[in-house]
């Protein structure tokens, strides 16, 4: 059994930066992928980026490329989102989830899932 704990969010201004954080503890194989997702209100969960445990590959959103950065580390059992350049449409509860299957950017194929953690862009 994984569980997974998000922190980091809040309310920032166009522009800026805010970096999560995702704690997870329990058994995480190599196989793995650690993704995060988000949604906003009305909307379906958004794939924004995925990192493969083992071997560290790195996936992003197209809406996301060159703004967001996703980075694990296995001794901590933690995976980081270092967001950039936010947008208003940023906004969005951010979730991070596992796949122990492999990489997937559909949310039904992740197994767990964390409460998810609120960002705000503000004008």
């Known amino acids: 059994q994984v569980q997974l704990v998000e922190s980091g969010g809040g309310l920032v201004q166009t522009g800026g930066s805010l970096r999560l954080s995702c704690a997870a503890t329990g058994r995480i194989y190599s196989s793995s992928v650690m993704g995060w997702f988000r949604q906003s209100l009305g909307e379906e969960r958004e794939f924004v980026a995925a990192i493969r445990w083992g071997v560290g590959n790195k996936y992003y959103g197209d809406a996301v490329k060159g703004r967001f950065t996703i980075s694990r580390s296995t001794s901590q059992n933690t995976v980081d989102l270092q967001m950039t350049s936010l947008k208003l449409e940023d906004t969005a509860r951010y979730y991070c989830?596992?796949?122990?299957?492999?990489?997937?950017?559909?949310?039904?194929?992740?197994?767990?899932w964390g409460q998810g953690t609120q960002v705000t862009v503000s004008s």
């Open positions: 989830a596992l796949d122990r299957n492999g990489l997937s950017t559909t949310a039904s194929s992740y197994d767990y």
